[in-house]
């Protein structure tokens, strides 16, 4: 369900309505839910995550957080109340909580404390909102680390009917690139990881120029790419072309276990931000994601129905492959539903 008006936005994602008939095992990770510009200052939204409702708002010095949808009081509706500075404010009985779901209200101890709201770890980056899955998340919403010299793009928010893991399994499932994509794989790709929720990937390959995008990357130069890929907690990609000197950010929420919600933002950290440079820079940037977009949605005809799991892979082919489901399977999990 998605209402918008000036003041709250209600956001349904992973109810208990819209689930199948087993559960999801959700890697504790970071999960988008809106884009940074939808919630402006003093503002809130509704969110339905992990089975529970919560409310996501700005305070007016621009600080996001997600706290328990209803007062720890008498279960007044936050969603009606007020934003009141750096707290959200209960239209009942007055009652304060700032982002992280602390109660500012002259209570005494131990009230104040029994009066804190659940809350999830909450951040934003690059044009979107995430939350993570706990009320402390167990690694920082990943930056990229030449982000001071990077323009961002708009936020490219898809709601496609593919499992939440596809995006970050198809990115280790190398003989996909050249079957799908049309990218032939020419050194074997390397993997790294720098902790248990990160995996990464650096391919070299050949663009075959068989779509328009393709044609147009050969157009731009690059017929050979370099593509380095990390990904966290299997929600969050970040993709850097070496070549191009640009990449994209792509995030995924699911809402069950054939459609997700996807949010790509592409970005360079070549172009110049002056003068005549500044046109450019925009157009770039809008044919970054519109290529990145045309890559991703390559993938949707193939995956509709698709539940992914291990299977049979085989030597030497799935080697990628087979260490993503090493590293999917050691990933710190919630089950978020249950059909009874």
């Known amino acids: 369900m998605n209402t918008y008006n000036s003041h709250s936005v209600d956001i349904d994602i992973?109810?208990?309505?819209?689930m199948s008939q087993c559960d999801i095992s959700?890697?504790?990770?970071?999960?988008?839910?809106?884009?940074?510009?939808?919630?402006k200052r003093g503002q809130k939204q509704t969110l339905h995550f992990m089975?529970?409702?919560?409310?996501?708002?700005?305070?007016q010095q621009g600080q996001v957080g997600t706290v328990a949808r209803h007062c720890s009081h008498m279960g007044?509706?936050?969603?009606?109340?007020?934003?009141?500075?750096?707290?959200?404010?209960?239209?009942?009985?007055?009652?304060?909580?700032?982002?992280?779901?602390?109660?500012?209200?002259?209570?005494?101890?131990?009230?104040?404390?029994?009066?804190?709201l659940a809350s999830l770890d909450t951040a934003e980056y690059a044009g979107v909102i995430y939350v993570f899955t706990l009320p402390q998340a167990m690694y920082p919403l990943p930056h990229l680390p030449f982000d001071q010299r990077c323009h961002f793009s708009r936020v490219r928010k898809?709601?496609?009917?593919?499992?939440?893991?596809?995006a970050s399994m198809n990115s280790f499932d190398v003989a996909h690139y050249d079957y799908v994509h049309h990218r032939k794989i020419t050194e074997k790709p390397d993997i790294y990881s720098h902790d248990k929720h990160h995996l990464g990937i650096e391919l070299k390959a050949q663009v075959l120029q068989k779509s328009w995008h393709d044609k147009l990357m050969s157009w731009l130069g690059f017929d050979q790419v370099d593509i380095r890929i990390d990904c966290w907690g299997s929600?969050?990609?970040?993709?850097?072309?070496?070549?191009?000197?640009?990449?994209?950010?792509?995030s995924v929420m699911p809402i069950d276990h054939q459609n997700s919600e996807i949010y790509l933002t592409a970005y360079d950290c070549k172009t110049s931000d002056k003068g005549?440079?500044?046109?450019?820079?925009?157009?770039?940037?809008e044919l970054s994601r519109r290529i990145t977009t045309a890559f991703l949605m390559s993938d949707v005809p193939i995956a509709r129905g698709l539940r992914p799991v291990e299977g049979v892979l085989i030597p030497g082919q799935d080697d990628e492959v087979k260490q993503f489901w090493s590293y999917y399977k050691k990933l710190?999990?919630?089950?978020?539903?249950?059909?009874?």
């Open 76 to 116: 007044g509706d936050l969603n009606q109340g007020q934003v009141d500075r750096d707290c959200i404010r209960c239209p009942v009985h007055g009652w304060r909580f700032d982002h992280q779901g602390q109660c500012q209200s002259q209570l005494k101890h131990p009230f104040k404390q029994q009066a804190q």
């Open 51 to 59: 089975e529970r409702e919560w409310l996501l708002f700005r305070t």
């Open 235 to 250: 929600s969050y990609l970040q993709m850097f072309n070496h070549q191009a000197q640009m990449g994209a950010i792509i």
């Open 158 to 166: 898809l709601k496609l009917p593919v499992h939440f893991l596809l």
């Open 332 to 340: 710190p999990k919630t089950t978020i539903y249950h059909e009874n």
């Open 14 to 18: 992973g109810s208990p309505e819209h």
């Open 276 to 285: 005549l440079f500044r046109p450019f820079k925009s157009i770039k940037l």
């Open 26 to 39: 959700l890697p504790h990770a970071w999960y988008p839910v809106a884009k940074s510009r939808a919630i």
